[in-house]
């Protein structure tokens, strides 16, 4: 599974980038809004940090001001994908655009019937959100877990994008659905690689050589110490 994060700010990207594991971001106009930066400028920072699929969300909501929109969002940057809603609009916008070769995620899907749409209609991701339809005492993962199994019976290519994650529960839960990829919040993000018995285990190791290394101070077979 591919690890997104699902941010527009950059300092967030850029820490994370550093871990070595990131293969993506994704943004919406919430998130955009949040940075108070011009959305070109930013969306072209952003693509300079991550050489993965960079979201942009259009915000028209016609098919043809949704295309006009796509296409020059396009022109950004190589990685740029664009982000169109799963209304008949936006499906029709979809269409276009992959038939221009530009790739789309098709976002806010919330049903395997809208997913089986966003996949007919070319879409290179679709992304269901979890944590919305949790919120409404829905179970958001399993529709992860259907639409990847219609996927797979159906042969559809379009990339399961598990979105709205809140938990690191959710990335795992995600994992085990079989969704290609998960688009992870900051917070989240650096929850998963945070375990407390890691943390002990390494004190622990550390101390235990602090004072080994003190009892072969000044051996001349001593070799340098990385932590003198
Ligand atoms: O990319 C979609 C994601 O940002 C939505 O998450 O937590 O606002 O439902 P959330």
């Not at 796509?70 to 809603?85: F, H, L, Q, S, Y």
């Not at 008949?88 to 395997?112: E, M, Q, W, Y």
């Not at 602090?210 to 990385?226: V, W, Y």
Request: aromatic share 6%; proline share 4%; with cysteine.
């Amino acid at each position: 599974m591919l690890l997104f994060l699902d941010t527009a700010n950059i300092e967030e990207i850029k820490e994370i980038a550093t871990w070595g594991v990131l293969d993506g971001v994704t943004t919406n106009p919430s998130l955009v809004g949040k940075e108070g930066k011009e959305f070109k400028r930013l969306v072209k920072d952003i693509c300079k940090i991550v050489s993965g699929p960079v979201s942009a969300e259009v915000v028209s909501t016609d098919t043809e001001a949704m295309i006009k929109e796509g296409r020059d969002i396009a022109t950004w940057a190589e990685n740029v994908v664009i982000k169109c809603p799963l209304t008949a609009p936006g499906l029709a916008a979809t269409k276009a655009l992959h038939r221009d070769g530009i790739k789309v995620n098709v976002t806010l899907c919330f049903s395997v019937n809208q997913a089986i749409l966003a996949a007919r209609a070319g879409a290179t991701f679709v992304s269901p959100f979890v944590g919305r339809l949790d919120d409404i005492n829905e179970d958001g993962m399993a529709l992860v877990e259907q639409i990847v199994e219609v996927f797979h019976i159906h042969g559809l290519t379009t990339k399961v994008l598990a979105a709205s994650i809140r938990t690191p529960l959710h990335v795992t839960r995600a994992a085990l659905a079989g969704a290609d990829i998960a688009t992870i919040p900051y917070k989240v993000f650096k929850q998963l690689v945070s375990h407390p018995l890691t943390d002990k285990g390494l004190a622990a190791f550390l101390s235990d050589w602090d004072k080994a290394s003190q009892s072969f101070a000044g051996s001349s077979a001593q070799t340098s110490n990385p932590r003198s």
